[in-house]
């Protein structure tokens, strides 16, 4: 029922629509019904009568018939059309609902959940759902009024043929009921092994770069094949299941009309029944069957859309975790005062990456965190956006409580250039804009002068308008670079984290860029995590983080003097030993 409840939800914007659909549902199903009345009527008191009454009535008739299926043409349209269109506006909902949680869950979501996965439920899931909004209702609507309708006609006719009639399709409906529990399961299945074919297909066409370079497509072919036989078998499945079931439900049909000829023969041996009778009873049967058949036919695409909705619950029902308090401030004049204060922080609660961890940073400084791989420097980093929460302790902006401010306006201040620079599909203005959507064209070449690559830019055929290609593809690790430097230029934050900015970028690139990156810090509180030592000398304090916490604190010259783990990591540097 919690499923349902969350599915009816998606139904209350359209509420004109769903009632009109089901209105003309209904129209159409008292069509239906009607006509095996309507010529038991005439049987009984029209074709006795004499020709010429016969053929002044039909022209009326005729003409009442015509009427009849002329509104039968509209509400069929009505329901064709209307009826898809709302589901399609439902599923538009759904979808835009489910992108709009993804984009609140926290990264450790993405850590753990494949991109692929998330695709499938966004799309190929959310047409089964859609599918299922529009023809559920309106096909249980229609079936269920057939169904109950030429059961109380039948019942006109001849209440013992009946009821044989109902202790039969009793059968089948418990026959149903058990074959729909199995294939629940069945259905699921097969969600979740075509999410693992679109994963499959995501990682190997984004990698396909490092495919080709091992000279590995063989490898991703059979990993591809192992991936795509597991969705075959369940499809396999899935048919045979329902197999049994339309298989079942068709011999159960059978013997509905087996047991109404045998009774029928029996009661009109004995008088009790009239073979005209018989005749329009066996005509009921049909309107009686054919709303099961829908059932039938339907229940593959029930299972579907049911299947489907529940990993959309589940996707909906994740806690994001990291939200803005009710109460929180929404924050504009920021200096950049940044405190640690006894910071500790574990991805699973248990085994600590940083512990009880202090540092104060005041507005405008240039603090540099250096150490092994491992330490915590980048999770140190992404606590102060809030990309993960501490576990202990607190992290303040000029005396606030970070979990105090709306995230959108926290982040708003903080700049982030990463190693791992990601380019959005799309043009190079585009890219750089990113960081100010409102940004002019004046706004966007003057960020890129100061990123040091508007000369490069303009060097293009295309200039600004040049197609990036997939993530970046068609520039160099330091174009990258430098537009990533761009859009925070353009973004103009109090607080900056170069998180490795140019430890995988050559020496002639790493000059140009540290040069960008120098006039970026400027007048802004700058968190550095630095891999090449040379370019933090001039930092206003280095701090050197492991996996026990901090080591040493100072400046490049007192920490040389000290000839300890810095100095350590220097000296490997310049010896040419690489750290």
């Keep these: 029922m919690k499923v349902w409840k969350k599915f009816i939800k998606y139904y209350e914007p359209y509420r004109f629509l ?39 009535m039909i022209v009326y008739i005729g003409i009442g018939l015509l009427i009849m299926y002329i509104v039968k043409y509209f509400c069929q349209y009505f329901i064709a059309s209307w009826g898809h269109i709302m589901g399609a506006r439902m599923e538009n909902n759904m979808r835009r609902d489910l992108f709009d949680h993804l984009q609140m ?5 993405y850590d753990e959940n ?35 309708g030429s059961f109380l006609i039948l019942l006109t006719i001849n209440v013992k043929m009946t009821l044989i009639l109902c202790g039969v399709t009793i059968v089948m409906i418990i026959f149903s009921f058990i074959q729909n529990k199995k294939m629940q399961r069945i259905f699921m299945d097969n969600r979740k092994k075509i999410a693992n074919v679109n994963s499959m297909v995501q990682d190997t066409l984004l990698g396909i770069r490092v495919v080709k370079s091992f000279a590995n497509e063989k490898l991703e072919k ?8 597991n969705y075959l078998r369940s499809k396999i499945s899935t048919y045979m299941a329902m197999g049994r079931f339309i298989a079942g439900n068709s011999f159960f049909e059978g013997i509905l009309y087996v047991s109404v000829v045998i009774s029928g023969t029996i009661f009109i041996s004995h008088g009790t029944v009239k073979p005209t009778d018989l005749a329009i009873y066996v005509l009921y049967i049909n309107i009686f069957i054919n709303p099961i058949d829908v059932l039938i036919n339907f229940t593959e695409q029930f299972q579907k859309g049911y299947a489907s909705f529940k ?10 975790e990291i939200e803005s308090r009710k109460n929180a401030e929404i924050i504009t004049d920021v200096k950049g005062n940044i405190e640690y204060k006894n910071v500790s922080f574990s991805y699973d609660n248990e085994n600590y990456v940083l512990k009880d961890l202090s540092i104060n940073i005041k507005a405008g400084e240039n603090i540099a ?8 420097k980048t999770t140190l980093c992404s606590l102060l956006p809030r990309f993960y929460d501490v576990t202990e302790g607190s992290i303040t902006i000029d005396g606030k409580d970070i979990r105090d401010i709306t995230l959108e306006s926290l982040r708003s201040f903080i700049g ?7 380019m959005f599909s799309g043009t190079i203005k585009e890219n750089i804009g990113y960081g100010k959507p409102e940004a002019t064209d004046e706004e966007i070449i003057e960020a890129a002068q100061m990123a040091n690559i508007h000369d490069y830019i303009m060097s293009l055929e295309d200039g600004y308008e040049t197609y990036v290609g997939e993530r970046g593809v068609k520039l160099s690790g330091g174009q990258k670079q430098r537009i990533s430097i761009a859009r925070v230029f353009l973004k103009n934050p109090p607080i900056l984290i170069l998180d490795e900015a140019t430890s995988a970028l050559d020496n002639e690139s790493e000059r140009f860029i540290q040069k960008s990156l120098e006039d970026l810090s400027k007048n802004r509180t ?29 400046n490049h010259e007192e920490l040389l003097e000290k000839q300890g783990l810095y100095a350590y990591y220097y000296n490997m540097q310049f010896e040419g030993l690489g750290a």
């Design 105 to 109: 869950l926290p990264f450790s979501y």
């Design 369 to 376: 965190l250096v150490g092994p791989s491992g330490g915590g």
């Design 526 to 554: 700058t968190i550095v995590i630095a891999h090449r030592l040379s370019t933090i000398r001039n930092a206003d304090e280095i701090i050197v983080i492991n996996n026990e916490g901090i080591q040493e604190r100072g």
């Design 18 to 56: 769903f009632f009109a659909d089901m209105f003309c549902a209904l129209i159409v199903s008292l069509i239906d019904l009607s006509f095996p009345v309507i010529l038991n009527f005439l049987s009984k008191y029209l074709f006795v009568r004499d020709k010429e009454y016969i053929m002044k």
């Design 416 to 422: 982030v250039v990463q190693q791992d620079v990601y």
């Design 222 to 229: 059979r990993k591809f094949g192992k991936a795509n036989k």
């Design 114 to 148: 494949n991109t692929g996965e998330m695709m499938s439920k966004l799309v190929s899931d959310l047409f089964d759902i859609s599918e299922l909004a529009h023809h559920g209702p309106e096909n249980i609507f229609i079936s269920t009024l057939k169904i109950i």
């Design 311 to 320: 990993r959309f619950i589940d996707v909906m029902e994740t806690d994001p």
